[in-house]
């Protein structure tokens, strides 16, 4: 099973950022994925999360209007469009999958570095 995202990097405040997680070893299709992130010193968040086929998709409050979660599951890949990035979304950004809405996650990817500088 793995997990990769990617797209993370340095930005200004009011620049957007696309990240990306590619998955694989399971059957994606069946699997709710989200969105973390964890800034340095403070516990991990969820920021997103959308349900196996997509209908039911939340935010934190934090970002809602802001990002938006997708996903392909012809591609077996989920998104994070971030937009007016702001100083306090920079983080070490995760992407989870679990089986059931009811359970924790499953499995984990490695993460990928979100930076909103001026």
């Known amino acids: 099973v793995q997990l990769v995202e990617s797209g993370g990097g340095l930005a200004q405040p009011g620049d957007s950022l696309r990240l990306s997680c590619a998955a694989s070893?399971?059957?994606?299709?069946?699997?709710?994925m989200s969105w973390y992130r964890q800034a340095p010193g403070e516990d991990r968040d969820r920021v997103s999360s959308?349900?196996?086929?997509?209908?039911?998709?939340r935010y934190a409050a934090s970002v809602r209007g802001r990002f938006t979660i997708s996903r392909d599951n012809d591609k077996n890949i989920v998104y994070l469009q971030m937009n007016t990035l702001k100083l306090e979304d920079t983080a070490m950004y995760y992407c989870?999958?679990?089986?059931?809405?009811?359970?924790?996650?499953?499995?984990w990817g490695q993460g990928t570095q979100v930076t909103v500088s001026s």
């Open positions: 070893g399971f059957t994606f299709s069946h699997y709710h």
């Open positions: 989870a999958a679990r089986s059931s809405v009811l359970t924790s996650e499953d499995y």
């Open positions: 959308i349900s196996d086929t997509g209908a039911s998709i």
